[in-house]
């Protein structure tokens, strides 16, 4: 191992420590107290709004894209999209509302709202085309059951969710095939390559185009764009796409977008400090009976941060307010169990 990989290596494993380190720390709690009317009202609204602007921007071009499809309908939701704030729209949904709904109704038994969040999450899908979109209305309830039946999250369920989520493409070579079948070659771009190791492969050539080119100093973030110059005249992913020679963009997880792009690996620690304390700000926040339905709801952008800036998703792809809608939400828990109660003893009349 030379010495780049080295102090990359080393600078990633800090940063991980830094954050449970920080996210360990006591601290008290926030409480977010909107009447529920207001809740009620503002919640329906912001998720009608978004719906209705997305449609009235990509209501002509809605198709549910199979994989064959997948670039085309990205391509045409791009040039549909440009110029608006249709990106913003489509992510708070398929990261905010249509998982908090899906996940609503998972912990509080209703399939109105499950089924509700499960069509949000298909019609986003037919805008952009984002398989990990349409993947969600999976991986939460499978998270949920597996993971979050009881108050802590258990290990052995990530454990094996890991474990069947890595041998999927091999399951289906033994059972299916995987000669010519645009269904298997979908599952292994998404597992091994997506998922898996373009992680670890992006960071790396993050690392070796800084060592030679100008950080961005958070100038990438919008609002310190602003105030800033920022160095280049595309952004990050597209940057490093150009550097690779091909015409894409190389979006890549937090660590390499925040950390290693702003400021080499003195990056990777602040923004290790950064997320632990925004984690720890959220565990404040969040009251311990909507933990594990906010836990289900935030399985998106926790994927997502695998190949995203840590404040797009935080902002653009809607897990601030997520928190923040999660956190008020506790004011209809004695709403929903007196419902649970009636419904149950109803059922058994």
Known sequence: MNDKVLFLSLSVCVAFLLMVFITKAR????????PPMVFRFIFVVLFLFLIAYAFAVFGGSLSFANIANIYDQRYLAGDLSAGTIAG??????????NPLLIAYGLRYRLKSALLVGIAGQVFVYMTFAMKSVLLSVIIIPVFYYVCLRRDNISWRGIAGISI????SPLIMEIFIGGESSPVYDGVVALVYMRTFGMVGVLTGIYYDFFLYNPFTLY??????GTFFEYPYNASVGEVIGASMG????????????DGIAAAGLFGILIIGVVVGLAMRAFDAIIPSENLRMICAAAVPSIVNLANASFF???LTNGLFLLVVLGSAWRFHKQENVRWLEASRSSSMR
Do not use: M
Request: glycine fraction near 6%; include cysteine.
């Open 27 to 34: 601290a008290g709690s926030i409480r977010i107290q909107i």
């Open 88 to 97: 913003y729209a489509t992510g708070i949904l398929s990261g905010c509302f």
């Open 164 to 167: 069947a989520l890595l041998s």
């Open 219 to 224: 100038s990438h973030i919008n609002i310190i």
């Open 246 to 257: 091909i015409d894409a963009n190389a979006n890549a997880n937090f660590f390499a977008t």
């Open 312 to 314: 797009t998703t935080l």
